[in-house]
């Protein structure tokens, strides 16, 4: 399994400054507010975020998030890497509030102090990056450890994972070329009917939702970590013009590239 980390920091979230409604998020994010003044709802449910705990954020949710109070949170953003997404119907798509032990309320710590009083979310501090990435393993970990779901249903999918592993790596490493389903299914030698029915009983949508939203989490990070045009990150990842980026991008995440790119550091 490989975590990509998108962002981390640790910030000061003033009240009502921190308010999205309805926006559909694209990776996974882990809280650790000082205090309970955060509010996160997703599918109707509602949580108080409790200072002082590790809190768990699924991808592909449409959430509420809210502050009724001035709070710091150390945060990250990441994604996980294709094949590791055979998890996500059971362990990974709650939120969660992630156990403590001794080890990682040791690494929480020393990320908040490292940022204490301050408001940092670059990336260029390699010593917090590596902490999160630490951070992160646990927490997928414990999650994984702590899954519902039905545990016959999961070791099932690594058996058909095999069917599709190829399709999910050539997307990953070719997502601003042409994708078509046929291509896709030759590379996993079955043909298209059974490549699409066995895509989206293992990832749960089609191939080609899933490749927009791989493009748009490649865009989304890209918007955070440089400096390039909304127009050159467009090409990059896939959407040929910035008008159906823009487009694609609100309707999945619910802002556009551009107010992405001003508020949602956090």
């Known amino acids: 399994m490989a975590v990509n980390l998108l962002g981390f920091g640790f910030a000061e979230i003033k009240p009502n400054t921190w308010n999205h409604i309805g926006v559909l998020t694209t990776y996974y994010r882990l809280y650790y507010p000082s205090n309970s003044n955060i509010t996160v709802a997703i599918a109707g449910t509602s949580v108080d975020l409790e200072g002082g705990k590790l809190h768990f954020i699924p991808t592909n949710s449409e959430i509420d998030m809210v502050t009724s109070g001035s709070c710091y949170v150390a945060f990250a953003h990441f994604d996980i890497e294709p094949l590791a997404l055979f998890f996500e119907d059971a362990s990974l798509a709650n939120m969660t509030n992630i156990p403590l032990n001794g080890e990682l309320e040791a690494l929480l710590h020393n990320v908040s102090q490292r940022y204490s009083g301050t408001d940092k979310t670059s990336q260029s501090d390699l010593h917090a990056y590596c902490i999160w990435q630490s951070i992160i393993y646990a927490t997928v970990c414990a999650c ?41 299914g030759k590379l996993c030698n079955v043909s298209e009917f059974h490549f699409l029915r066995i895509f989206k009983e293992c990832i749960g949508v089609t191939p080609n939702q899933y490749v927009l939203r791989r493009r748009v989490a490649r865009a989304a990070q890209r918007l955070h970590f440089t400096d390039r045009t909304i127009e050159r990150i467009a090409d990059e990842c896939g959407f040929g013009n910035r008008y159906y980026f823009t487009r694609v991008f609100t309707r999945l995440t619910g802002l556009s590239p551009a107010a992405y790119r001003r508020l949602n550091r956090v």
Do not use: C, F, S, W
Request: proline residues 2%; charged residues 25%.
């Open 144 to 184: 994984i450890d702590h899954a519902t779901a039905d545990r016959q249903h999961d070791q099932m999918l690594p058996l058909k994972a095999h069917t599709v592993a190829a399709a999910l790596h050539h997307i990953e490493a070719h997502l601003a070329e042409r994708l078509g389903n046929r291509d896709l």
